[in-house]
């Protein structure tokens, strides 16, 4: 069965950092990209990152590139992101996600909340 559990959200304020960890399992973690959305309040949860299983590639949305970085640790199964420069419109829940065979798989999310 597989799991995602997301953990290292919080309250930070502008310009500050954290990173999220993803713990993967169920599954051959080595072999499938990972992914993280986030949910911004109100609105529809949309694609930031991608961490693929070949040579490193990581790949962004415009609103985090420069600012966010994925990686991956294919020997623990977990998947992170480091986030820096944070500004309140990143607040929002944050999701790991692998797509398995055709399916979405989810973790529960984290809060990130940006504020001063």
């Known amino acids: 069965q597989v799991q995602l559990v997301e953990s290292g959200g919080g309250l930070v304020q502008p310009g500050g950092s954290l990173r999220l960890s993803c713990a993967a399992s169920g599954f051959t973690f080595s072999s499938y990209a990972m992914y993280w959305y986030r949910q911004l309040p109100g609105k529809d949860r949309l694609l930031i990152a991608t961490s693929a299983p070949v040579r490193g590639f990581t790949a962004y949305a415009d609103t985090v590139k420069g600012r966010f970085t994925s990686s991956r640790d294919d020997a623990e199964k977990m998947v992170y992101l480091q986030m820096n420069s944070l500004k309140p419109d990143d607040t929002g829940v944050y999701y790991c996600?692998?797509?398995?065979?055709?399916?979405?798989?989810w973790g529960k999310g984290t809060q990130v909340t940006v504020s001063a």
């Open positions: 996600n692998a797509l398995i065979d055709g399916t979405n798989n």
